[in-house]
């Protein structure tokens, strides 16, 4: 069992930034691939960026590649999303969610896989 606690949402002008962090307690944090999720008003919950377990390998989706970064710091059982350069598009509730099955490298992007979520954290870019 793991629980994840995201903070670090807020209200930001485009252009600014933030850093998300979620705190996982419970089983062996290194255990678990990472991923960060969000779900705009109206929309269905989508992936953002990842973290491998095995390697540490990064993914991000296309919206926001080159702006975010996925870091974990396992000495703090924690993982971070740093947000730069965000914009109105960006606004949406972010989750993190962990992720104990094979094959991240092939089906990172699935929610399905992903064992535990946490409650969420918002996020609104004003324009």
């Known amino acids: 069992q793991v629980q994840l606690v995201e903070s670090g949402g807020g209200l930001v002008q485009a252009g600014g930034s933030l850093r998300l962090a979620c705190a996982a307690s419970g089983r062996t944090f290194s255990s678990y691939n990472m991923g960060w999720f969000r779900q705009a008003p109206g929309k269905e919950r989508e992936f953002v960026a990842g973290?491998?377990?095995?390697?540490?390998?990064?993914y991000y989706a296309d919206s926001v590649k080159g702006r975010f970064t996925i870091s974990r710091d396992t000495a703090k059982n924690s993982v971070y999303l740093q947000m730069n350069s965000l914009k109105p598009e960006d606004t949406a509730v972010y989750y993190c969610a962990a992720d104990s099955n094979r094959y991240y490298s092939l089906y990172y992007t699935r929610e399905g896989r992903y064992d535990y979520w946490g409650q969420g954290t918002q996020v609104t870019v004003s324009s």
């Open positions: 973290s491998s377990r095995s390697d540490g390998t990064t």
